[in-house]
């Protein structure tokens, strides 16, 4: 997030595979309700998703298996790879 703030903690409640195929076949990162860090993130009256600061992230895009928030992937910053600690080297990213 632009604040710094953890917005999402995923996978919770299915594994990693799965976060990634529901999210690679929508076209972007998607979450579930029990992803989500509620203390810093709202869902507006009309679905979008935003920060407490403000900043738009995307959309809640209900379907059969409930809340699916669609983030824009320039919102989702990650953590960062400690390569030594990872035992990964450049090319390996």
């Known amino acids: 997030s632009v604040s710094g703030k953890p917005l999402f903690v995923a996978p919770r409640g299915r594994t990693h595979d799965a976060f990634l195929a529901e999210s690679s076949a929508h076209g972007w990162p998607s979450f579930r309700d029990e992803e989500c860090v509620w203390d810093n993130l709202r869902i507006l009256d009309d679905g979008e998703a935003v920060s407490v600061d403000g900043t738009h ?3 809640n895009l209900p379907d059969s298996k409930g809340n699916r928030y669609c983030i824009n992937l320039v919102s989702v910053a990650g953590t960062p790879v ?3 600690a990872a ?4 090319s390996e990213l």
């Open 87 to 90: 035992g990964v080297t450049r």
């Open 57 to 59: 992230l995307g959309h």
């Open 82 to 84: 400690d390569e030594a």
